[in-house]
């Protein structure tokens, strides 16, 4: 005969409810711990870095593109999306230079790819540890601490981004 408690831990193990109820608590946002969220995180930063990725190769082929459409100087269209994506939203209007720079589409790209990288890589260093064994019984902890590495690595990245005066590229 089965005990008391092993028929309680049947019980609970049971799911109840039609498979739609079950499928709209997926997207709880609460119902979840926060590994799920650091699983499913690290995929998306993964996407949005192959896509960036992608994106980089292709704007940068743009210099091989100048001699195939017949444009008489090479990097003509290269140069013409570089500025556009470089050029501030208040560009002229008597803002510090850092200021302009800061509301600048490039910035905002940068910015956001430095919050990717920084994301996948300290989560990276989370899974990393858990797989050696460390940390393992403190995974909220060990995810909280390295998230908090990762703010304030960001924070300081975009600080230096702001700081950073314009890089002038080799031969100009």
């Given at each position: 005969m089965m005990s008391e408690s092993k028929i309680i831990v049947n019980q609970s193990q049971v799911k109840t409810g039609s498979k739609a109820s079950n499928f709209l608590n997926w997207f709880k946002p609460f119902s979840r711990g926060i590994g799920m969220y650091?699983?499913?995180?690290?995929?998306?930063?993964?996407?949005?870095?192959?896509?960036?990725?992608?994106?980089?190769?292709?704007?940068?082929?743009?210099?091989?593109?100048?001699?195939?459409?017949?444009?008489?100087?090479?990097?003509?269209?290269?140069?013409?999306?570089?500025?556009?994506?470089?050029?501030?939203?208040?560009?002229?209007?008597?803002?510090?230079?850092?200021?302009?720079?800061?509301?600048?589409?490039?910035?905002?790209?940068?910015?956001?790819?430095?919050?990717?990288?920084?994301?996948?890589?300290?989560?990276g260093i989370r899974v990393v540890l858990f797989d050696l064994g460390i940390g393992v019984r403190k995974q909220k902890t060990v995810f909280w601490i390295l998230f908090t590495l990762g703010v304030i690595s960001w924070i300081l990245a975009v600080l230096l981004i702001l700081n950073m005066p314009e890089i002038v590229l080799a031969g100009e």
């Open positions: 650091a699983w499913l995180f690290q995929r998306i930063t993964g996407l949005c870095l192959v896509l960036y990725v992608v994106i980089h190769l292709g704007i940068i082929s743009t210099m091989l593109l100048d001699e195939f459409l017949g444009f008489p100087e090479p990097g003509i269209l290269y140069n013409t999306i570089t500025a556009a994506m470089s050029s501030s939203f208040v560009k002229g209007q008597g803002f510090p230079p850092m200021i302009e720079h800061a509301l600048s589409f490039a910035f905002f790209i940068d910015a956001g790819l430095l919050a990717g990288l920084v994301y996948h890589g300290y989560n």
